[in-house]
């Protein structure tokens, strides 16, 4: 290991041991009908380092000042697609977004994602994206005997459907496409994203029937390209560019 | 108070349950009962891979996997257990491709497999390449792949509930599940699940430690519902520290990164692995790398200003390399450290990962009373559960490996069972455990907070039962952990609502892991020897002679009402391998 890079370390982790807590404004979107009828933004101040998940200040808020603000999270390190929100008015995930780089010097705005029902402060209801998945046929689909062993498929056609296996459902892309805000019957990113992975997938037979589910008024030719859904996917997933392979499929009918 | 009936409950949602759902919702009227939905579940977050000797890459069999995994369990592993997860491996992951796993391929087009620590060729001669995976999320492939096949079944998923407690009924002198208490997070409702059969797959309990690979929901609430009802829970003092978590926040570096040939470095760019295993090296066993680290830790050779960790260097793997076996991990020290590990070295420090005790089962899955009774109609399998193919200590892969193939063998096994049983009637006032337990925390008045109670939960276990443990820390835990206990009586909560009151069931959660800490402590008080992940330093070796059992924990409350822990033991399986010393 080089001298050099031993020094720029030494000085990351000098840095990351001496703490700099800054003052940061959370305003974040309350709602819950048990208590009121109609949402309000409420405002909490933290002293917290900038180098912290936005998730590290909801649990510090949660614990340290209001034990009844409330949100989903589980593994806090961006695989379990729990935690979407809109931060600053973009759709990500609590744990994968450092205060540092969502400009802590204003007030940070969190509020929960749109296009879905809010049951309370930052909860959705998930039931409509997950019934859009379920409808796709998100399995594989295979006909004839079973072999003994695996089924063989050459490491060119398993990188053809990479990009669109890493989805974690965590509905960033659905909830930022605006035309799924204004028609909640749409399909939306993440499901045609589940169709993508099976339909080009070369072991699957379904391809066909996948496609004439998409090819519906509510399918993929709703998708006006705006690219929020790319913007918006946190774990990296090009899900524009697997919305136009499914149209040209459904025009070439090859895939 | 809502009642349902059901052949077969599963409680848990990740690769145990969802694989056992399969089987059962085939065989029987089948609910799965999550406290997540089903794809947020902790089997998403392992990364390196599945094992099965399927020799597609080099010589393997299986008989070589149930050494290893033998010899990983510092002999503590039930022989007979290790020998059905190594043979049954093999069409574990088979099935698994044809269910639609994407796995990476060789250039034949069958799976591919890398090396990963303690996995050997013949005994222990050199590593071999046993590891099936898919690029650096393995664990996420296979719970999509699980949850896709249950959506193809029709799998009928309760969502957000939590279940709390354990209905077990007396019959004929003989005990027997009658079902679960489950708490709705959505309505705050209380739904009693009667079933012929019940599976817990909820997971394991990592949360008591602070640095920890654990999602904060690992809370080993179903090891609590069954420990508090008089069932024992075995082994529970063995808890793996992986070698490398992120340095203070505890998140997984995959082993595959050593396994495509990551080092691990000292202070002076020095190879140390090479010095405490000098034939398998970075990728000696877990419980070996993470007593290396905090040795060179401990005689100063630990990096940074406070000299408290190592590096994993994989900057001389060529970035493809990392770009296409290693995504996901690179990513993270790029996001959390602002890291390129293209070229520089990754802060890292053992980080609490996996229990290897649990709830004890026969290879049926089947729960055990004692040590050698079953409980009819209840059943575990995965992290909640205790087989036990880990024994002291878990190899890398064979995590992924159990809750397939005890989640499947006990999905089979409960159906099977509920289609010849009766339900059991269930015992007045099913409820009563849980809504005087929600009562009590929605209208406690006390001034003790969850988050501070659990602050110095987490603090007392990783000072005191850690990689490292003797007499006088392990007191500590011990006395501590029962201070906050009696404050834990005076938990309060601020929100007293129904509706998705996670402030609620935090604290519950909370309680949920002072038993398990307790248990833990004690567990690791009376094993006066070091084995796999248990290592004290006032008794450094392995004791065959005293040692060579499993530890059984009994909660036994006095005619006074007084809580203790009872310990007894229970004699290991062992079959054609004899304890010999280890060495990587």
Redesign the interface.
């Known amino acids: 290991?080089a001298t050099p890079?031993?020094d720029?370390?030494?000085a990351?982790?000098?840095d990351s041991?001496t703490s700099h807590l800054i003052t940061v404004t959370f305003r974040i979107r309350r709602y819950?009908?048990?208590?009121a009828e109609e949402p309000t933004w409420q405002d909490f101040q933290l002293e917290i380092d900038p180098k912290e998940r936005v998730l590290d200040a909801l649990h510090k808020i949660?614990?340290?000042l209001?034990?009844?603000l409330?949100?989903?999270?589980?593994?806090?390190?961006?695989?379990?697609?729990?935690d979407a929100m809109r931060i600053n008015g973009k759709n990500r995930l609590a744990c994968?977004t450092?205060i540092k780089d969502v400009s802590p010097e204003k007030p940070i705005t969190v509020e929960a994602i749109k296009g879905l029902t809010v049951?309370?402060?930052l909860?959705v209801d998930?039931e409509p994206f997950?019934q859009a998945?379920?409808d796709v046929m998100?399995?594989?689909v295979?006909k004839g005997n079973?072999p003994t062993?695996?089924?063989?498929?050459?490491?060119e056609d398993?990188e053809r459907?990479?990009d669109t296996?890493?989805?974690?459902?965590c509905a960033a892309c659905t909830t930022s496409c605006p035309v799924f805000w204004n028609d909640g019957q749409y399909f939306g990113p993440a499901a045609i994203v589940n169709a993508h992975r099976?339909i080009f997938?070369s072991?699957?037979e379904a391809g066909e029937q996948r496609l004439e589910i998409l090819n519906d008024r509510d399918g993929v030719w709703r998708c006006r390209t705006t690219f929020n859904c790319t913007d918006a996917c946190p774990r990296g997933i090009e899900v524009t560019k697997a919305i136009q392979e499914v149209k040209r499929a459904l025009i070439t009918r090859r895939y | 108070m809502k009642i349902h009936k059901y052949d077969t409950v599963i409680v848990g949602a990740g690769g145990a349950g969802m694989r056992a759902a399969i089987e059962s919702t085939k065989r029987s009227r089948t609910a799965v009962l999550t406290k997540l939905y089903p794809t947020r579940s902790h089997t998403g977050a392992a990364q390196g891979g599945m094992a099965a000797a399927l020799a597609n890459v080099e010589e393997d069999n299986w008989e070589w996997h149930t050494f290893d995994t033998i010899k990983g369990g510092d002999y503590l592993v039930d022989q007979d257990a290790a020998e059905i997860l190594a043979k049954e491996a093999i069409d574990s992951v088979l099935d698994l491709e044809k269910m639609g796993l994407p796995f990476n391929r060789t250039p034949d087009g069958t799976i591919d497999q890398r090396r990963f620590g303690g996995h050997s060729r013949n005994h222990g001669e050199a590593p071999v390449r046993r590891s099936c995976y898919a690029a650096d999320r393995t664990g996420h492939m296979i719970l999509q792949t699980l949850y896709q096949n249950c959506v193809k079944e029709g799998v009928e998923f309760f969502n957000e509930f939590y279940v709390l407690d354990q209905l077990l009924v007396e019959q004929d002198g003989v005990r027997k599940s009658a079902g679960v208490v489950a708490y709705e997070l959505a309505t705050g409702e209380i739904h009693i699940f009667q079933a012929k059969a019940v599976i817990y797959a909820s997971g394991g309990t990592g949360k008591f430690f602070k640095v920890t690979s654990n999602a904060h929901t690992l809370t080993g609430d179903g090891q609590a519902a069954v420990y508090r009802r008089g069932l024992p829970l075995e082994d529970m003092e063995f808890f793996q520290f992986h070698p490398t978590g992120i340095w203070r926040m505890g998140i997984l570096l995959t082993e595959g990164a050593r396994g495509e040939g990551g080092i691990l470095r000292n202070k002076d760019g020095e190879r140390f692995m090479e010095k405490y295993a000098p034939v398998m090296k970075d990728l000696a066993s877990r419980d070996v790398v993470s007593r290396s680290i905090y040795t060179e830790i401990r005689e100063g050779r630990g990096c940074g200003p406070e000299g408290d960790h190592v590096y994993l260097d994989l900057t001389h793997l060529p970035p493809e390399q990392l770009d296409a076996k290693l995504p996901d991990i690179t990513e993270f020290a790029r996001t959390y450290l602002g890291i390129e590990p293209y070229t520089d070295p990754i802060p890292i420090q053992p980080t609490a990962h996996y229990a290897m005790g649990g709830i004890p089962t026969n290879v049926e899955g089947e729960v055990l009373a004692d040590n050698t009774t079953v409980v009819p109609g209840l059943y575990a399998a995965g992290e909640v559960a205790c087989v036990s193919v880990h024994g002291a200590n878990r190899l890398g892969t064979n995590s992924l490996l159990d809750i397939n193939v005890f989640g499947r063998r006990a999905g089979i096994a409960a159906a099977e069972y509920a289609k010849d049983a009766e339900f059991v009637e269930l015992p007045e006032n099913p409820a009563a455990f849980v809504e005087e337990q929600v009562e009590r925390l929605r209208e406690s008045t006390g001034s003790e907070r969850v988050a501070d109670i659990r602050k110095e939960l987490q603090e007392t276990m990783d000072a005191n039962v850690m990689v490292f443990r003797t007499e006088q820390t392990i007191k500590t835990a011990v006395e501590k952990i029962g201070e906050l206990r009696e404050r834990y009586r005076n938990v309060a909560i601020q929100d007293k609502g129904k509706r998705f009151n996670t402030d609620l069931l935090e604290a519950i959660e909370l309680g949920n892991l002072l038993d398990l800490a307790e248990v833990m402590a004690t567990s690791a008080l009376a094993r006066k020897e070091s084995r796999g992940g248990h290592y004290r330093e006032d008794f450094p070796n392995r004791d065959d002679v005293n040692f060579m059992r499993h530890t059984m924990a009994y909660r036994e409350v006095g005619d006074d009402g007084t809580e203790s822990i009872r310990l007894d033991y229970k004699p290991v399986v062992q079959t054609r391998y004899q304890p010999m010393e280890r060495k990587y």
């Open positions: 290991m890079t031993m720029k370390l030494e990351l982790e000098k041991t819950n009908p048990e208590v949660k614990w340290e209001d034990g009844s409330t949100f989903r999270r589980s593994c806090a390190h961006g695989i379990c697609g729990s994968k450092l049951l309370k402060d909860v998930m997950f998945y379920r998100p399995f594989l295979t079973e062993r695996e089924r063989y498929q050459s490491a398993r459907f990479d296996t890493k989805c974690i459902l099976f997938d072991r699957d």
